[in-house]
């Protein structure tokens, strides 16, 4: 029979989750616009919103940091704060965006979207929200620009918060429940995941108009995203990699691809929907079929 830590489980997540729906409540019943895209409807939330979300990122480190010092007293060592590697880095930097790629590819090719590539939606946004598109570059300037960006700084800025969640998900919960079998600590963690997040999107965060079947949205992109990044993590023994591919997603997910395809239906369509969750699947089984992720404890 499998043994697993409940103690250390049940004092992560309620921390976590206590910390993280307080936070948040308090952000939405200040009523702060929760819906942050450029070409989104509506006044321009402050500038400061985005690092106030980005804040909550951390509380899943916050939580691990507090039970494995202070409730198990297990020490670090079970986090697998290492870096390891550099080539697993170099990878998933490319693999992700080519994921984007081959997502948005498909959602294009099924009809669930056009690509903006006049970035007509853009101009008319901020346009919409008193910001002047006179002397705005031209899309052949614009999206390859925001594309390498993305590449470059998303897993570095992007990969900072990431790491935020990552040290709690992949470093402490994963862990912790692989000695249940690895698919159902995988699906596990994704539920976990996605609910975790489920307070934004009943306030309209990453799929506006659709609360409820947002939040099973979430549970389903995190649990397919997760088959990917689980594998990474657990073959390379390091959260820190998790957080890096963690932040690689972000600077996709906020990056060129809500730009070119802004009106992408959320629960079908783009990285939110099934379409992404098909190919992220099929990422994560290809990534687990060509090793047998090590069942082994944590070092210590």
Not at 81 to 107: C, D, E, Q
Not at 118 to 125: G, I, K, N, P, Y
Not at 233 to 262: C, K
């Amino acid at each position: 029979m499998a043994v697993i830590d409940r103690k250390g489980l049940w004092a992560f997540l309620a921390l976590t989750f206590g910390m993280t729906f307080a936070y948040e409540g308090c952000l939405i019943g200040s009523g702060m616009r929760m819906n942050f895209g450029l070409t989104s409807a509506g006044p321009m939330p402050p500038v400061y919103a985005p690092l106030l979300i980005g804040m909550v990122m951390w509380v899943p480190t916050i939580s691990t940091v507090i039970v494995v010092k202070f409730i198990t007293k297990e020490g670090f060592g079970v986090t697998n704060l290492r870096i390891g590697a550099l080539k697993p880095y170099a990878m998933s930097a490319l693999a992700i965006p080519a994921a984007f790629a081959v997502i948005y590819a498909l959602t294009w090719l099924v009809g669930l979207a056009t690509p903006d590539w006049e970035l007509e939606s853009l101009r008319h946004a901020l346009a919409g929200k008193g910001i002047d598109t006179a002397d705005m570059p031209k899309p052949r300037v614009v999206l390859p620009a925001i594309f390498l960006a993305s590449l470059v700084l998303g897993p570095v800025v992007n990969g900072l918060f990431g790491f935020g969640e990552e040290f709690g998900w992949r470093g402490y919960l994963l862990p912790k429940l692989m000695p249940l079998g690895k698919w159902k600590a995988y699906t596990l963690v994704g539920i976990i995941w996605g609910l975790w997040h489920a307070p934004l999107i009943l306030a309209d965060f990453n799929y506006p108009g659709f609360p409820a079947l947002g939040v099973l949205g979430m549970i389903g992109m995190t649990t397919t995203f997760g088959i990917y990044i689980n594998e990474m993590t657990l073959q390379h023994r390091s959260s820190v990699l998790a957080g890096w591919m963690h932040g690689a997603f972000n600077g996709q997910f906020y990056g060129v691809w809500r730009i070119l395809f802004p009106t992408v239906h959320p629960l079908l369509g783009g990285v939110t929907g099934l379409v992404g969750m098909l190919v992220w699947v099929t990422l994560g089984l290809a990534v687990a079929s060509r090793t047998e992720t090590p069942l082994v404890e944590p070092r210590r």
